[in-house]
C-alpha cells in the first residue's frame, strides 16, 4: 500500500507540474480544466492510498475516500437548487425566452443527475444479469459523467484563466459587440466598452499607440450597426476618434475577431498583439477561438450583473459542449466499448470458472 501510494504521489506531482507548464505555455485551451479534474482525481486516490498506509485501521481512509464524495454530492445538489433559484431572477429582469431558461435546464439536470446516481447504483448492485449493466452504464452513466466533468471542468478553468488573463502591451484593443437596445449600447455592452477603454489606457505604451477596434455588425432589428453605436458611446467617453476602428459586419464571436483582423492587416497591422474585451461570462470561450484562429491575442472581461453570470456563462459552456461534439462522441464511444469489452472478459472468466467447478465435481 505504501508503494503505491509513493506511485500516486509521484504520478500526481508530475502531472500537475505537466498541467502548470502548459497552461503557461498556452493558457488559453478549454481542455485544460478536463486536465485539471484528472489531476484531482489522482490526488485524491494518492490522499487515500495515503490514509490507508498510515493508519489502515482507522477512519482516516473512511474519511478520504468519504469526504470528498459527499462533498460534490451536497455541492452539486447545491448549485442545482442555486441555478432554479436564479432561473427565477432572471426571467423576472429579462423575460421569459430560451436563453433565460438555460439556468433552470441545468439546475434540474444536476438534481436529476443525483437521483440518477442513487437509481444506477441500485440498479448495478441489485443487478442478476451483465445485461442491466451493459446498457445502464453506456447509455446513462458515461453521458451524464461526461457532461458533469466538462461543465465542473470548464468552470473551473474559466476561474482559473480569469485569474491569470492580464492585460499587456497590444497594437489594438478589439471590443466584441452584443446586442443594442434601438441605436443605443445596452448595460452589457456598455460594460464591455468601459473596460475596453480602460484596458486601452492601460496597454498604451512609449512608441506604441493602440487602436480601440469596436466589432459588431447590423442586426435585422438594429437601426445602426453596433460598431456605430459603440463608437458614438467611446467619443462620448474621451477616446480620441482618430483611434477608434470601426468593423461593422460580423455577426458571431468568430467573424468579430476574423473580421477585426482583417481590418486591422489593410490598415498595415498584419500580425498584431491584442486584448480582447468581452463579458466575463464569455471569457474563455473567446479566448478559446483567438488560439484556434491564429490570433496572438489576450482575452479579459468586463464585470456581468451578478443575476445574469450564470445564464451568460452556462450558454458559453453548451456551445463550447456543441463545438466538441464529434470529440465527445468519441469519447463516449470509447469508454462504452471499454465497458463492454470488460463484461465479455468477465463473462467469459464466469463460464470458464463454473466449468472447471463442474468438471471438479465430475471428477
Known amino acids: 500500500m505504501a508503494i503505491a501510494a509513493i506511485c500516486f504521489g509521484v504520478l500526481a506531482f508530475a502531472l500537475w507540474a505537466v498541467m502548470g507548464v502548459r497552461i503557461v505555455r498556452e493558457p488559453r485551451h478549454t481542455g485544460h480544466g478536463i486536465a485539471i479534474i484528472g489531476c484531482l482525481v489522482v490526488t485524491w486516490i494518492f490522499v487515500v492510498l495515503l490514509a490507508a498506509s498510515v493508519s489502515p485501521e482507522s477512519d482516516l481512509t473512511d474519511i478520504a475516500v468519504l469526504g470528498p464524495v459527499l462533498l460534490v454530492f451536497f455541492a452539486v445538489f447545491a448549485v442545482g437548487i442555486y441555478l432554479l433559484v436564479n432561473a427565477v431572477t432572471v426571467v423576472r429582469r429579462e423575460g421569459l425566452r430560451v436563453a433565460t431558461l438555460v439556468p433552470a435546464v441545468f439546475g434540474l439536470f444536476l438534481l436529476a443527475v443525483l437521483v440518477a446516481a442513487v437509481a444506477v447504483f441500485i440498479a448495478v448492485v441489485s443487478a442478476e444479469s451483465y445485461t442491466t449493466i451493459a446498457l445502464l452504464v453506456p447509455f446513462v452513466v458515461i453521458p451524464i459523467a461526461l457532461v458533469v466533468t466538462a461543465l465542473v471542468g470548464y468552470t473551473t478553468y474559466a476561474v482559473v484563466y480569469s485569474r491569470i488573463g492580464r492585460p499587456a502591451p497590444s497594437d489594438a484593443v478589439i471590443v466584441l459587440g452584443a446586442g443594442l437596445a434601438g441605436d443605443k449600447v445596452t448595460p452589457l455592452l456598455a460594460a464591455r466598452i468601459d473596460r475596453g477603454i480602460a484596458v486601452f489606457d492601460a ?20 437601426r445602426i450597426s ?43 497591422i498584419p500580425a498584431p498583439a ?4 468581452t463579458s466575463d461570462f464569455h471569457v474563455l470561450r473567446a479566448a478559446s477561438l483567438t488560439r484556434r484562429i491564429g490570433l496572438d491575442a489576450t482575452v479579459v472581461g468586463a464585470p456581468t450583473a451578478r443575476y445574469y453570470v450564470p445564464a451568460g456563462f452556462l450558454r458559453e459552456f453548451t456551445a463550447c459542449l456543441v463545438h466538441y461534439r464529434r470529440a465527445n462522441l468519441v469519447v463516449w464511444a470509447g469508454l462504452s466499448c471499454l465497458v463492454w469489452a470488460m463484461l465479455a472478459l468477465v463473462a467469459y472468466l464466469s463460464g470458464l470458472q463454473t466449468e472447471l467447478e463442474y468438471a471438479m465435481v465430475a471428477y
Open 203 to 222: 496597454v498604451a505604451e512609449p512608441g506604441r499607440e493602440p487602436l480601440l477596434v469596436l466589432s459588431g455588425g447590423k442586426g435585422d432589428d438594429e
Open 226 to 268: 453596433e460598431a456605430e453605436a459603440m463608437a458614438r458611446y467611446a467619443i462620448d467617453a474621451g477616446v480620441d476618434e482618430q483611434r477608434i476602428v470601426r468593423e461593422d459586419t460580423s455577426t458571431t464571436t468568430e467573424e468579430n475577431l476574423l473580421n477585426s483582423r482583417a481590418v486591422l492587416t489593410d490598415l498595415g
Open 274 to 277: 491584442l486584448t480582447v474585451v
